[in-house]
Structure formats: structure tokens, C-alpha cells
T-cell receptor, first 111, second 115 residues
């Protein structure tokens, strides 16, 4: 069963703008991760944030985590056409090995 | 870096036949592997957790006799779609959990089309 939901489901912005995607989940977690998937391809791991962390940066990526609201956001700054992809959050619930994915956001960067 | 290989990357088969998909961890041992299914424009749905040397744990609603999982070694798990039907057409993705660290690595996926 799906753990969480993401919004928006689809986002289209101009190159150079920032893109923000949100993810909500339902149960207590150990970690939350963000992945990117290009059409018809496998997943690329972007960033992992632990339940005791509130914010993390990696290059143009900024992830926040609010465990009280059971939500996370992914910000991509200065977007590029190559950032066009689907982005998924995934959580591993405490006590469980498995990784459960959100519904995903389809991001389109217009040149 | 750690690599997970899936084979075949795509397969087309006739309705009623069985198809086997392999998931291999190329340079690390994986006691646990996971199988996901992804329909077009949808998210990944966990099908089952595969543990080396024991029976797989299937998610609710996934038929274990339909989707046979074998994890006979620390580097290989296989998913066999038995008596495939057009509704089984999907993108199947595996992930392997590195035994020493718990890190997860994903394969590139296998696209199954059942005619």
C-alpha cells in the first residue's frame, strides 16, 4: 500500500525557476528519501534525510522534513531542462525494511 | 558504486506464457531484495520482499502463485510472472539491500508487454 502522497502531481515551470515538491506520509519513519526517474528508466537516488534531521542540502537540492506534520519538501533551485523527470519520495517505516513510495510529481522544465 | 542489474530490460510474450526476470547485485551481497511494479504514469507499488534462503513476503493483494519469487543466492533474486496476461504488462523494478550497510540500490527495470 502506498504510504504517502505528493503534490503537485504535475509541475511545469520555466528553466531557471525553482521547483518545489511536497510529500506527506502516514506512519513514523526512520528515513525519508527522494528519487528521480526519467521516463521508462530506473530510479536515481537524490538525497536521504533522517527522522532527526530537519533540513539537508545537496548541490541544487534542498530537502526539509517536518516529522510533526509528517511531511517533506524537495526544492530544486535554478532548474534546468535536464531536471525534467518524475520525482518520488520514499519512506521506510520504523520496524520495517521495505521502502514505500509516494505518488510522485511529474516535473517539466521548459527551455 | 554498487550496481544492480536487471535482465531482461524488456520482454514481449504471448498471453499464457511465463516470464522470468532476474535481479542481480553485481558487486555486493544482498540478503534482501524488493520487487516493485509500476504502471504508466503511476508510482512504484511494492509487490514483495525477497529474503535469501527463505520464502518471500508478499504485499496484500499480490498473488504469490502468480508472481513466483526465488532468492537462492546472496546476489540473485528472480521474479517469474506465471501464465501472463495483458493486465500483467508493466514495468518491474527490483532493489537490492546491501547486507553490510543496509543501503538500497535499484535496478534499471524490466518492461513486460503481454500480447
Amino acid at each position: 500500500s502506498q504510504q504517502g502522497e505528493e503534490d503537485p502531481q504535475a509541475l511545469s515551470i520555466q528553466e531557471g525557476e525553482n521547483a518545489t515538491m511536497n510529500c506527506s506520509y502516514k506512519t513514523s519513519i526512520n528515513n525519508l528519501q527522494w528519487y528521480r526517474q526519467n521516463s521508462g528508466r530506473g530510479l536515481v537516488h537524490l538525497i536521504l534525510i533522517r527522522s532527526n534531521e530537519r533540513e539537508k542540502h545537496s548541490g541544487r537540492l534542498r530537502v526539509t522534513l517536518d516529522t510533526s506534520k509528517k511531511s517533506s519538501s524537495l526544492l530544486i533551485t535554478a532548474s534546468r531542462a535536464a531536471d525534467t523527470a518524475s520525482y518520488f519520495c520514499a519512506t521506510d517505516a520504523r520496524g520495517a525494511q521495505k521502502l514505500v513510495f509516494g505518488q510522485g510529481t511529474r516535473l517539466t522544465i521548459n527551455p | 558504486g554498487a550496481v544492480v542489474s536487471q535482465h531482461p530490460s524488456w520482454v514481449i510474450c504471448k498471453s499464457g506464457t511465463s516470464v522470468k526476470i532476474e535481479c542481480r547485485s553485481l558487486d555486493f551481497q544482498a540478503t534482501t531484495m524488493f520487487w516493485y511494479r509500476q504502471f504508466p504514469k503511476q508510482s512504484l507499488m511494492l509487490m514483495a520482499t525477497s529474503n535469501e534462503g527463505s520464502k518471500a513476503t508478499y504485499e496484500q493483494g499480490v498473488e504469490k502463485d502468480k508472481f513466483l519469487i526465488n532468492h537462492a543466492s546472496l546476489t540473485l533474486s528472480t521474479l517469474t510472472v506465471t501464465s501472463a496476461h495483458p493486465e500483467d504488462s508493466s514495468f518491474y523494478i527490483c532493489s537490492a539491500q546491501r547486507t553490510e550497510t543496509g543501503e538500497l540500490f535499484f535496478g534499471e527495470g524490466s518492461r513486460l508487454t503481454v500480447l
